[in-house]
């Protein structure tokens, strides 16, 4: 019991925060390279082999590392110093809940790939998320420096206006699939529906046997479109990356809230930020994405496949590496997308920031919630 | 002593230890403030160890993500700095000594009391604190005070606004 969930935290720290974060920072340079059509980091290197910049990572940690670290005069130094702590602990321990894997049966035993496997899954990760918002605040404040104190009111307007938007933009999502417990959604999500089986519901009985072939995955993004963008948007704005990155905003407010840190405390606001995008990432993942399940094969199809050949143990395992593999590659998808936004948007001003989230997604989630209900009533799966 | 045992005195110590703490720092706002979140925290962790997830969850979503962040914006945005309060006028002191005196006395008649208040300790029923149970539970047996909260709060938000506005028109 204990030596699983070591095996799974350590899982999580080594491929989520050790491998994916510093191949993060890589990525997100190369591909603005590539959008803005420059060639990238390309420059450090280790007796001339560059590696296509992936030494970069590695030159960053050296030099953040080495860097003085500087408290400014009149700052509250124990406050500073804690700050990029407290933003950092928030997006790793998010991770607890986020199934990289399903529920596997070997023999009598049970195998779960998730390090915390609790009812409250999402109303945990809402939790994690609220707390994220310290970080910046305490940042800005200890700081003695208005720019810094501007950052961190802007921080903490945005945080808290997009926490109730984020909640409710995915109430349609826990409605349909009847649980707040992220494994149960990714096994709700691992079946396909038919896309015109509401055609039944109108009143057609007979349908062509052709339309009844046609399916999609049983996937949130399906299901509820709208509940995607709008948790998209308010996810990303509470991770304040650009376009919704108003409490750094270099071009008014020099960067904010982390303005006077600097070496490996200014490093491990960066840090959170890459590790939470790795977390919206695999979150989105979880709820709209399928989780770990490949489309249209299941895993009862997966292991029934492999399994007159290698025998069930072996086919469970393999079904298992092909489960986190697909996850894995749906978070790189996703992290990419990410990217994509941030290289492609500009910044926002305030008060749109403010306007699209109270008066347009909020209103719209909660019609979103209405619509549900309202279709969940008809088909009678309520 | 069992990990639950331990983890239920940890928090139930730290819970006191910055809830004292928030008082202590009368000057030091926003030291006040992040001690009243460690408090939250602490007393989430409680709640968790009760086995109550739902009441740890929102204690944390509520109060130490929005309530308390929501504070932390108002003492930003006045930039309260600790020469902003003057020294303790004499005043004020005895108004401590009686504080004190009295949240003792509570404190002994609380203490005095808690063992008749606690109802016999029972196996807890399926889904004890679970979103679930709690949900069809607020909908169905307490729906009334929970619409009349819910009204009551619109009420106040309501005045809250026309009386803000007031002042900016």
């Given at each position: 019991?204990?030596?699983?969930?070591?095996?799974?935290t350590?899982f999580i720290?080594?491929?989520?925060?050790?491998?994916?974060?510093?191949?993060?920072?890589?990525?997100?340079?190369?591909?603005?390279a590539?959008m803005?059509?420059?060639?990238?980091?390309?420059?450090?290197?280790?007796?001339?082999?560059?590696?296509?910049?992936?030494?970069?990572?590695?030159?960053d940690?050296?030099?953040?590392?080495?860097?003085e670290?500087?408290?400014?005069?009149?700052?509250?130094r124990?406050?500073h110093?804690?700050a990029?702590?407290?933003?950092?602990?928030?997006?790793?321990i998010?991770?607890?809940?986020i199934p990289?894997?399903?529920?596997?049966?070997?023999?009598?035993?049970?195998?779960?790939?998730?390090?915390a496997?609790?009812?409250?899954?999402?109303?945990?990760?809402f939790?994690t998320?609220?707390?994220?918002?310290?970080?910046?605040v305490i940042?800005?404040w200890?700081?003695?420096?208005?720019?810094?104190l501007?950052?961190?009111?802007?921080?903490?307007?945005?945080m808290?206006s997009?926490?109730?938007?984020?909640?409710?933009?995915?109430?349609g999502?826990?409605?349909?699939?009847?649980?707040?417990k992220?494994?149960?959604?990714?096994?709700?999500?691992?079946?396909?529906?038919?896309?015109?089986?509401?055609?039944?519901?109108?009143?057609?009985?007979?349908?062509?046997?052709?339309?009844?072939?046609v399916?999609?995955?049983?996937?949130?993004?399906?299901?509820?479109?709208?509940?995607?963008?709008?948790f998209?948007?308010?996810?990303?704005?509470?991770?304040?990356?650009?376009?919704?990155?108003?409490?750094?905003?270099?071009?008014?407010?020099i960067?904010g809230?982390f303005?006077?840190?600097?070496g490996?405390?200014?490093?491990?606001?960066?840090?959170?930020?890459?590790?939470?995008?790795?977390?919206?990432?695999?979150l989105?993942?979880?709820?709209?994405?399928?989780?770990?399940?490949?489309?249209?094969?299941?895993?009862?199809?997966?292991?029934?496949?492999?399994?007159?050949v290698?025998?069930?143990?072996?086919?469970?395992?393999?079904?298992?590496?092909?489960?986190?593999?697909?996850?894995?590659?749906?978070?790189?998808?996703?992290?990419w997308?990410?990217?994509?936004?941030?290289?492609?948007?500009?910044?926002f001003r305030y008060?749109?920031?403010?306007?699209l989230?109270?008066?347009?997604?909020?209103p719209?989630s909660?019609?979103?919630?209405f619509?549900?209900?309202?279709?969940?009533l008809?088909?009678?799966?309520? | 002593?069992?990990?639950?045992a331990?983890?239920f005195?940890?928090?139930?110590?730290?819970?006191?230890?910055?809830?004292v703490?928030?008082v202590?720092?009368?000057?030091?706002?926003?030291?006040?403030?992040?001690?009243l979140?460690?408090t939250?925290?602490s007393?989430?962790?409680i709640y968790?160890l009760?086995?109550?997830?739902?009441?740890?969850?929102?204690?944390?979503?509520?109060?130490?993500?929005?309530?308390?962040?929501?504070?932390?914006?108002?003492?930003?945005?006045?930039?309260?700095?600790?020469?902003?309060?003057?020294?303790?006028?004499?005043?004020?002191?005895?108004?401590k000594?009686?504080?004190v005196?009295?949240?003792?006395?509570?404190?002994?008649?609380?203490?005095?009391l808690?063992?008749d208040?606690?109802?016999?300790?029972?196996?807890?029923?399926?889904?004890?604190?679970g979103?679930?149970?709690?949900?069809?539970?607020?909908?169905?047996?307490y729906?009334?005070p929970?619409?009349?909260?819910?009204l009551?709060?619109l009420?106040?938000?309501?005045?809250?606004?026309?009386l803000?506005?007031?002042?900016?028109?």
């Open positions: 019991m204990l030596l699983a969930v070591v095996l799974k350590l720290v080594l491929v989520a925060i050790g491998a994916l974060a510093p191949v993060i920072t890589w990525i997100e340079r190369k591909q603005s590539v803005q059509d420059r060639i990238g980091a390309n420059r450090a290197d280790i007796a001339g082999i560059t590696a296509l910049g992936l030494l970069h990572p590695l030159a940690v050296i030099k953040l590392l080495s860097k670290d500087v408290v400014p005069t009149g700052a509250n124990f406050m110093l804690m990029p702590m407290i933003a950092v602990v928030p997006a790793i998010a991770f607890a809940v990289y894997g399903g529920v596997y049966q070997f023999g009598a035993t049970t195998v779960s790939l998730v390090p496997d609790i009812d409250w899954g999402l109303l945990y990760l939790a998320g609220s707390l994220a918002a310290y970080g910046g940042a800005g200890s700081s003695n420096n208005n720019w810094s501007l950052g961190g009111v802007r921080n903490t307007a945005q808290i997009y926490e109730v938007t984020m909640g409710l933009s995915v109430v999502i826990f409605m349909v699939f009847g649980t707040l992220l494994t149960d959604m990714a096994i709700a999500q691992d079946t396909t529906f038919r896309v015109f089986g509401f055609l039944q519901l109108i009143g057609f009985d007979e349908m062509p046997a052709t339309l009844d072939w399916r999609l995955p049983y996937w949130g993004i399906f299901l509820q479109p709208l509940g995607f963008i709008f998209l948007t308010c996810i990303m704005a509470e991770n304040k990356r650009p376009p919704f990155d108003m409490p750094e905003g270099e071009s008014e407010l960067a809230y303005l006077e840190y600097s490996m405390r200014f490093g491990l606001f960066y840090m959170a930020e890459f590790i939470e995008v790795v977390v919206i990432a695999g989105l993942t979880a709820l709209f994405l399928g989780g770990w399940s490949v489309p249209y094969l299941s895993q009862e199809m997966i292991i029934a496949a492999i399994e007159p290698l025998g069930v143990g072996l086919a469970t395992v393999l079904c298992m590496g092909l489960h986190v593999t697909t996850f894995l590659l749906k978070v790189l998808v996703m992290i997308f990410q990217m994509l936004i941030r290289w492609s948007l500009p910044r008060d749109q920031v403010m306007d989230c109270w008066k347009i997604i909020l719209l909660l019609a979103n919630i619509a549900t209900a309202l279709v969940m008809a088909i009678g799966a309520a | 002593m069992g990990v639950e331990f983890l005195y940890a928090l139930a110590l730290l819970s006191l230890f910055s809830a703490a928030m202590g720092f009368v000057r030091n706002t926003m030291a006040g403030a992040l001690s979140v460690v939250m925290i007393l989430a962790g968790v009760l086995g109550a997830h739902l009441v740890a969850a929102i204690q944390i979503i509520v109060y130490a993500g929005a309530i308390l962040v929501l504070f932390l914006f108002v003492i930003m945005l006045l930039d309260l700095r600790t020469d902003d309060f003057g020294s303790m006028r004499p005043g004020r002191r005895l108004l000594v009686v504080g005196v009295v949240s003792t006395a509570l404190c002994a008649v609380i203490v005095q808690l063992p208040a606690l109802p016999e300790a029972g196996p807890l029923p399926d889904g004890f604190g979103f679930r149970d709690v949900g069809i539970r607020l909908f169905t047996e729906v009334v929970v619409e009349t909260a819910g009551l709060l009420a106040a938000i309501v005045g809250a606004v026309i803000a506005k007031r002042r900016i028109d």
